[in-house]
């Protein structure tokens, strides 16, 4: 198994002149660094957001080395048509670079609300989108639902080639077995390392039927420091930022300290079948952050 990890792009990246975005993106590929992977909002705690997939095609063209992961899209509050015009115009500028997480949020109802999306119908929607979406990406003409989705004849070309996986992210039952049916892999997120391998287990049952080369991977926050005190300052400080959420409820789920006290967190992970770590580090610069990740991407590689 190989294992692929990413950063989380750089947070100020689209304030840099165009030099200095180059610049941070060679310093993560030339570490030894996988992929960068973006989150996706519309308008989330009071209007933050970033769009996912218009992220990831900026990123595309600036450093070629470094594949790109969507972690995760908020299909529910698009229409399939234009979110599989999106991906498909994405993955002809970087093709075989592109991986998108797909998740159904609700963190902020009111994000659902204002893009005019009922919040309690999220995961049906979500379902429906992800069956056109896939799809659409795959060549095949089809119709809407009816109910949340009403259009007939509709196609996309050019198809994605090669074929853009998909992992499914969530930690309710539902999200698993939405993983298992339109998914080829979980992106876990907030879970013990027992939680994942039964998880992963649940996911791969509920895609019995179906022939995938299954991916799973895990989604999280570091943080990075001298040592776990230092680390959990800056993870904590960085966490209640994006979320507005005290960082207690997520603190057993986030590695922290130095790059020992990391991989010995991930690796049980690692040996469970993650096959993609997706990190978010929050230390005391971004340099140290890349140093410290790309320490830690090559130990738990040559484990």
Known sequence: MTLRVGLTAPWDLNR??????????????????????????????GGNG??????????????????????????????PMVAARQIATLAEAAPGRVTIGIGVGGEDRHEFEVCGVDPSTRGRRTDVALDRVRRLLAGETVDGDGEFFVFEGGRIRPVPDPAIPFVVGGRSDAALERAGRLGDGWLAAWCSPRRFTEATALVEQAGSDRQVVWQHGLQTWVGVGEDRADARSHVAQGMATFYGLPFEPFEKYTPMGTADDIVEFLAPYVDAGAQTLNLTPCGPDRATEVAVMAEVAERLRTR
């Open 16 to 45: 840099l002149e165009p030099d200095e975005r180059r610049a941070r993106l060679v310093e993560i590929a030339d570490a030894g660094i996988d992929h960068l992977f973006t989150a996706d909002h519309v308008s989330f705690v």
């Open 50 to 79: 970033i769009d996912g997939v218009v992220q990831l095609a900026a990123l595309s063209g600036i450093e070629p080395r470094l594949k790109l992961h969507l972690g995760v899209f908020l299909l529910a509050l698009r229409h």
